[in-house]
């Protein structure tokens, strides 16, 4: 699949129109030559990539393009595109924006391919803000000052928790909001459908205040996905959701979309969370067949088949896991689990990429300050290069991802960043099930 571009559409590109540098030039569109499918002409944002190692670029703009899976191991970087909305009436837009850059920056840390002892390591992801839309109410009333804006999309019949309307999103009373003018009708805004049609978003990232007495406002990631064989080609007419929970009003696009919402008054290791679950859900999805199966070894989604327990993953501990261990290390290759009342040990057991909440040596949920040094594969998770063609493990605690927590300092942030590092990425020396190199992981995320 090298360098394959053959049947890529829009090769050559017309006279089009920025829509990520100024405000007034975020707000404008143009046209581009016309898609077999597509019922107007294409609208594409400027300044895309000659160098077809990084995408977004001249020949593929927009989420599911083709392109992306045939020239998957071309590419060397990804700049996508984010709409980000501020719904949180007691945080300015100065501060939205300090906290998205905060994001970019450690989203981008966590893709240098085993940048924790390569200091040369280049980042992968480059995310960029196409806008930011206040959504703000104006004024606002004194009873909803530490609340979020009347426009906030909450169902009318919603209960306590995800009563977010996702469809309204989509609408044109937000389109205004957004601003990108549609250059065939004068007074008419771009809805989000087209906006991800035309490639000028990517993903879109909402703020909203969580009070927790009220319930969550909305779901940490939610995404519908194009679905792909273990080949990593389309399967046709497939499609589902692949996100942290899913909810009926979030519509199908024709191509795959992310949300994202995040808590303003939370910082940026808990983003760094929500988006960890994300990854997660991709295996649980099975929306990408290739990646699914090598996933769930790195993240030991599969301790049921590896050891004959009764549980897939430590995940199915309780979550008031805090006032007691339920995992204990006897040794550096032996882990003891209390499940439904009775205790398993898993010998020998050496921990291979861990999981959001469980890093290795983790003894519950969200446990970053463990005292215990475990072995682990995840710094030469599938190199085969130990002892008889095994992945070579070493000694492993927390002092290994502490260095991140000025990147990232709350919830899991800083296990976040070096989790993630740990994952194949750009020049992965990793190899599949057939010998080979394995696939870098970050394209998968706008398949």
């Not at 700049?79 to 850059?101: H, K, Q, Y």
């Not at 980042?123 to 606002?140: N, S, W």
């Not at 019949?157 to 309307?165: I, L, M, Q, V, Y």
Request: glycine share 8%; with cysteine.
């Amino acid at each position: 699949m090298k360098g394959n571009t053959a049947g890529v559409c829009h090769a050559t590109v017309g006279l089009v129109l920025s829509v990520w540098g100024a405000a007034d030039a975020a707000s404008r569109v143009s046209t581009a030559p016309t898609s077999p499918t597509a019922t107007r002409p294409s609208l594409m944002p400027e300044g895309l990539s000659k160098d077809l190692t990084i995408w977004p670029n001249r020949v593929s703009w927009r989420n599911s393009d083709a392109w992306i899976w045939q020239n998957h191991d071309r590419i060397r970087k990804m700049r996508p595109r984010v709409l980000v909305l501020n719904f949180a009436n007691d945080v300015d837009m100065d501060g939205i924006r300090s906290r998205t850059e905060k994001l970019f920056k450690a989203l981008a840390e966590a893709t240098r391919y085993h940048g924790f002892k390569d200091p040369a390591a280049p980042a992968f992801l480059e995310y960029e803000a196409v806008r930011y839309v206040d959504m703000r109410d104006d004024p606002i009333p004194p009873e909803r000052k530490h609340r979020n804006s009347s426009l906030f999309p909450r169902k009318a019949d919603g209960g306590k928790d995800f009563a977010c309307d996702y469809s309204i999103f989509y609408g044109d009373s937000f389109a205004r909001r957004y601003g990108f003018r549609d250059p065939e009708k004068a007074g008419r805004y771009l809805n989000l459908h087209e906006l991800i049609h035309a490639g000028f978003v990517h993903e879109l990232w909402f703020y909203a205040v969580h009070i927790y007495e009220e319930g969550w406002p909305a779901y940490e990631v939610i995404e519908l996905k194009q679905f792909y064989d273990r080949h990593c080609r389309p399967i046709p007419g497939r499609h589902g959701p692949a996100g942290n929970g899913f909810d009926d009003s979030f519509p199908w696009s024709g191509r795959t979309f992310r949300m994202a919402f995040f808590n303003p008054h939370r910082g940026i290791g808990c983003a760094m969370e929500n988006f960890g679950h994300g990854l997660e859900a991709y295996a649980n999805s099975d929306a990408i067949a290739y990646y699914t199966p090598y996933f769930r070894e790195f993240a030991e989604f599969d301790l049921d088949k590896r050891y004959g327990v009764p549980f897939k993953s430590l995940y199915e501990l309780p979550y008031d896991a805090k006032e007691s261990d339920w995992v204990t290390y006897p040794t550096k290759t032996s882990m003891k689990v209390r499940y439904r009342g009775r205790e398993y040990t898993l010998k020998p057991y050496v921990a291979a990429g861990g999981n959001n909440h469980f890093a290795p040596g983790a003894r519950h949920h969200y446990d970053l300050g463990s005292p215990y040094t475990v072995m682990s594969t995840i710094e030469n998770w599938r190199m085969r290069n130990g002892p008889d063609g095994r992945d070579l493990a070493l000694e492993f605690n927390k002092e290994k991802f502490l260095r991140y927590s000025e990147v990232a300092p709350d919830c899991q942030g800083a296990w976040m960043i070096f989790w993630r590092q740990c994952m194949p990425g750009l020049d992965n020396q990793c190899l599949d099930d057939d010998g080979n190199l394995m696939k870098n992981w970050w394209p998968f995320l706008f398949y």
